[in-house]
């Protein structure tokens, strides 16, 4: 199987983390890391940081946790359009 990457978006509630949407980002690992890179949040858990955003390898149809950051509403906006647009060059290049 391939690999592939991933950015989950997660709430953090009172009863848990709770996962609401994800991105696919493709099996380009360069890119891939670049895109979460460039990402707004901080791996440091503060009380306006409210959404927990987690980059994941599937290798082998097996989840491999890489790297998390936690973000505020505003910053998950913010990553939210980065990703979308890059995603969508992306794409283009690849056409």
């Known amino acids: ?3 592939n990457f991933e950015i989950s978006l997660k709430f953090k509630l009172c009863k848990g983390i709770e996962e609401y949407g ?3 980002v493709g099996a380009n690992e360069l890119f891939a890391k670049e895109l979460f ?3 707004e949040g901080t791996e440091d ?3 306006e940081s409210i959404m927990l955003i987690d980059f994941i390898k599937w290798e082998r149809g097996i989840p491999f946790p890489v790297n998390a950051k936690h973000c505020t509403y505003n910053q998950l906006a913010t990553n939210v359009k980065l990703i979308t647009r890059e995603l969508f060059k992306q794409h283009q290049l690849a056409h």
């Open 37 to 39: 890179n460039m990402m």
């Open 1 to 3: 199987m391939k690999t």
């Open 22 to 24: 994800c991105f696919q």
């Open 45 to 47: 858990i503060t009380k």
